[in-house]
């Protein structure tokens, strides 16, 4: 029996949630689901530019697992632009540092550490279409705000 999968730390939920290729309906397309935690190994690594050791240091893994991580997570990445499928972000074992809101109408991303900090009006625009990421993405699966260190929790889709 495999031992459970560590809980991997994410700093903010991912801004979107998937890409589609250009000019193909969804309903033709496959999808491949990227976990929260593989979409922050690539994060770290291919944005952030960061070793394996610092981010697995970051996501509190060890780094033979990090590096397990980011290997999948790049070959889902050219699956999804190889094989033309919609790619989804979803899912995992993981925990949020940051809490992070969107206004639907400008697209403004307002970043928070306490659930008492969030707004409900975009401080740009003045809409009050502001959409929460951390409970969009718990609600692929997760549940409320953490109990550790103010992380927030999720699990979902394995992918």
Known sequence: MPRPQKERKVLEPPKIQGLKPVGVPARFLDRIYLTVGEYEAIRLADYDGLDHQQAAEIMGVSRPTFTRLIEKARRKVAESIVDVKELVIEGGNYSF??????????????????????????????????????????????????????????????G
């Open 97 to 158: 540092a940051t809490q992070l809101q969107r206004c639907m109408d400008c697209g403004e991303f307002v970043r928070f550490q306490f659930p008492k900090q969030m707004t409900t009006v975009c401080s740009t625009c003045g809409s009050s279409n502001i959409v929460h990421l951390n409970e969009w993405f718990a609600g692929r699966g997760g549940h409320g705000f953490g109990r550790r260190g103010g992380f927030r929790r999720g699990h979902g889709h394995q």
